[in-house]
T-cell receptor, first 113, second 112 residues
Framework: GESVGLHLPTLSVQEGDNSIINCAYSNSASDYFIWYKQESGKGPQFIIDIRSNMDKRQGQRVTVLLNKTVKHLSLQIAATQPGDSAVYFCAENSGGSNYKLTFGKGTLLTVNP | SQTIHQWPATLVQPVGSPLSLECTVEGTSNPNLYWYRQAAGRGLQLLFYSVGIGQISSEVPQNLSASRPQDRQFILSSKKLLLSDSGFYLC???????????FGPGTRLTVT
């Protein structure tokens, strides 16, 4: 079964607000995590990744935080825009050497204008 | 730059009919290749992955099979489709020794 799950299946925010999407993982051997954005009817797109030797990584308007103590991952989107509306997935490598990812179920983010 | 293609984009097939979905990658050599299935409103389930020509690993027992006849071509097949095979099929690739996967546009399969 899946070892990566999400706390909130849906999230609705106002345009301009910050969004936080959470993810819990259960495999302590996982050392690589990645966030994907999937718009309706399309394939997932890479957003940002983080390795377990880091606690925080920033990209353009996005920040990923990793708390290894409680096995928690979050994606923060600053100044959320309508174009950010999508399903967001976290994924982990489960510590394997075969370069496979295990995906969570996803969170639907809706941005209201 | 690299691109990944999938076809067809949509497909409606009757139960018991065969299936062949194709995925090709351009702009890179010897990639890792992956097939996922996504049920409506659900996450991605890894079906197969391949590290080279003719090398296929199956993740879940199922009615499907995969083949990699060429370095940058990955094919998903079935001899007889089931209703439960309906879903959104995604192909992805990654560089060797990399976890970051790049996804294709997907194929929406409806089995009737």
């Amino acid at each position: 079964g899946e070892s990566v799950g999400l706390h909130l299946p849906t999230l609705s925010v106002q345009e301009g607000d910050n969004s936080i999407i959470n993810c819990a993982y259960s495999n302590s051997a996982s050392d690589y995590f990645i966030w994907y954005k999937q718009e309706s009817g399309k394939g997932p797109q890479f957003i940002i990744d983080i390795r377990s030797n880091m606690d925080k990584r920033q990209g353009q308007r996005v920040t990923v935080l990793l708390n290894k103590t409680v096995k928690h991952l979050s994606l923060q989107i600053a100044a959320t825009q309508p174009g950010d509306s999508a399903v967001y997935f976290c994924a982990e490598n489960s510590g394997g050497s075969n370069y496979k990812l295990t995906f969570g179920k996803g969170t639907l983010l809706t941005v209201n204008p | 730059s690299q691109t990944i293609h999938q076809w067809p984009a949509t497909l409606v097939q009757p139960v018991g009919s065969p299936l062949s979905l194709e995925c090709t990658v351009e702009g890179t050599s010897n990639p890792n290749l992956y097939w996922y299935r996504q049920a409506a409103g659900r996450g991605l389930q890894l079906l197969f992955y391949s590290v080279g020509i003719g090398q296929i690993s199956s993740e879940v027992p199922q009615n499907l099979s995969a083949s990699r006849p060429q370095d940058r071509q990955f094919i998903l097949s079935s001899k007889k489709l089931l209703l439960s095979d309906s879903g959104f099929y995604l192909c992805a690739w990654s560089f060797k020794a990399s976890y970051e996967q790049y996804f294709g546009p997907g194929t929406r399969l409806t089995v009737t």
